[in-house]
C-alpha cells in the first residue's frame, strides 16, 4: 500500500490546489498522517523555494510538491525542486517527461497525474516511479474519463503503481479504488472543507451548499478542461465558448479569478473549483478527523462487502 512505499500513516494523498495547498496547509495534512502537497500552480520560482523551506520547519513528515505544466516557471521550479530534495513530486496538467531523469537522480519520487492510458503508458517509459490516476469528476484541470472508467484500464496498461483521484470523500470510494486496482488516493474537494485549508468562508459553504449537478467543465473548447462551480462567471464563459472565442478573450475572464474565489469569497465571478463529489461533502471537520473518518468507513465498507460476497450463493 502507499503508506508503506512513503512511510505515511494512511493511503492519502492531499490534491495539489493552486493558492490553497501552501506550505502551512500541506504540512497540517502530512502532521495528520496522509501525504501533504504543496501546489505551486500559481507560484514564482521565488515563492516555490520560500514554500518547500517553510514546509520544512512545519513538518518532519514526508510531503509533496506538485508543479503545475502550464506554470512559465515549471523549468526554474523543478530545478529548485532538485536543489531542496522533497519525497515526492507531483505533476499536473501536462507531460513531464522531460524533467523525470533529473529528479529521480536526486532521489525525489516522481509522482504524474495521467488523465489516459495513453499519458500513463508514456510516463512509464519515461522512468516514473507511480501515477496518479485522475477521473473527470475531479475539481480543477480534468480529463475526459471518469475514475471508474480510467482506474482499471491504466492498472492493465502499466506495471508501476496507480493511486486513483476524482470523486473519491468518504470509505465508499476509497474501497472502489483499491477494487480498481489502486494502492491509494488523491481527494481535494473533501479537503476544502477542513477546519485547516485557508480558503474564504463563503467557498467553504459553496461545497457545503452544493449538490450533485452544481458542477461544469469549462474551457474543452481550448483543450483546457476545468470542473468548476455552476456560476455568472461559467456561464459567461461558456457562452463566449458557444460564440467561438479565441483562447485570449477566454483568459481575458479567468484571469486571478481562482484568488477571487480563493480570497475575496466572490462564489459569482471567481473561478469556484470543486469536483462532484463536492455534493456528498455535508460536515467540517479538522483534517485528521477526515482522514480517520474515511479510513475507519472503508473499513467498515470492505467487512460488508466482504460478509455480502461470502453469505450469497452464487452456485
Ligand atoms: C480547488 C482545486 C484546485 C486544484 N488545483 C490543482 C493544482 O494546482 N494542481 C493539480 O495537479 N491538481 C489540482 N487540482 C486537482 C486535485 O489535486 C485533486 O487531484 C482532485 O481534487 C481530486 O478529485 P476530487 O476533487 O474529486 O477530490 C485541484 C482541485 C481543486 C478542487
Known amino acids: 500500500m502507499l503508506n508503506q512505499l512513503l512511510k505515511i500513516k494512511y493511503p492519502i494523498i492531499q490534491g495539489a490546489m493552486a493558492n490553497i495547498a501552501t506550505a502551512k496547509f500541506a504540512a497540517a495534512v502530512s502532521n495528520a498522517g496522509a501525504l501533504g502537497v504543496i501546489g505551486t500552480g500559481a507560484m514564482t520560482p521565488e515563492l516555490a523555494r520560500a514554500a518547500i523551506e517553510e514546509c520544512r520547519t512545519l513538518t518532519t513528515q514526508p510531503f509533496a510538491v506538485n508543479v503545475m505544466l ?18 515526492v513530486v507531483t505533476t499536473g496538467a501536462g507531460n513531464p517527461g522531460k524533467y523525470i531523469e533529473k529528479l529521480k537522480a536526486n532521489g525525489i519520487l516522481v509522482v504524474p497525474i495521467v488523465p489516459t492510458v495513453a ?12 501515477l496518479i490516476v485522475e477521473g473527470t469528476e475531479a475539481g480543477g484541470h480534468v480529463g475526459e474519463l471518469t475514475t471508474m472508467a480510467l482506474v482499471p484500464q491504466v492498472f492493465d496498461a502499466v506495471k508501476i503503481p496507480i493511486i486513483a483521484a476524482g470523486g473519491i470523500a468518504d470509505g465508499r470510494g476509497y474501497v472502489a479504488a483499491l477494487a480498481l486496482g489502486a494502492i491509494g488516493v488523491q481527494v481535494g474537494t473533501c479537503l476544502l472543507v477542513a477546519d485547516e485549508c485557508p480558503i474564504h468562508e463563503n467557498y467553504k459553504q459553496a461545497i457545503l451548499d452544493a449538490k450533485d449537478t452544481d458542477t461544469v467543465v469549462t474551457g474543452r473548447s481550448v483543450s483546457a478542461p476545468v470542473r468548476i462551480k455552476k456560476n455568472a462567471m461559467s456561464q459567461k464563459y461558456l457562452k463566449l465558448e458557444q460564440a467561438g472565442a479565441v483562447r485570449d478573450d477566454l483568459e481575458k475572464l479567468t484571469l486571478g479569478s481562482l484568488r477571487k474565489a480563493v480570497f475575496d469569497g466572490d462564489m459569482e465571478n471567481g473561478s469556484v473549483m470543486m469536483g462532484q463529489i463536492a455534493g456528498m461533502v455535508k460536515e467540517r471537520k479538522s483534517l485528521a478527523q477526515i482522514f480517520a473518518d474515511m479510513t475507519k468507513n472503508a473499513k467498515q465498507v470492505y467487512a460488508q462487502i466482504h460478509t455480502n460476497v461470502n453469505g450469497d450463493d452464487y452456485a
Open 119 to 130: 499519458l500513463a503508458r508514456r510516463m512509464e517509459q519515461a522512468g516514473a516511479d507511480m
Open 70 to 87: 502550464m506554470n512559465p516557471h515549471s523549468d526554474a521550479i523543478m530545478d529548485i525542486i532538485c536543489e531542496l530534495k522533497p519525497a
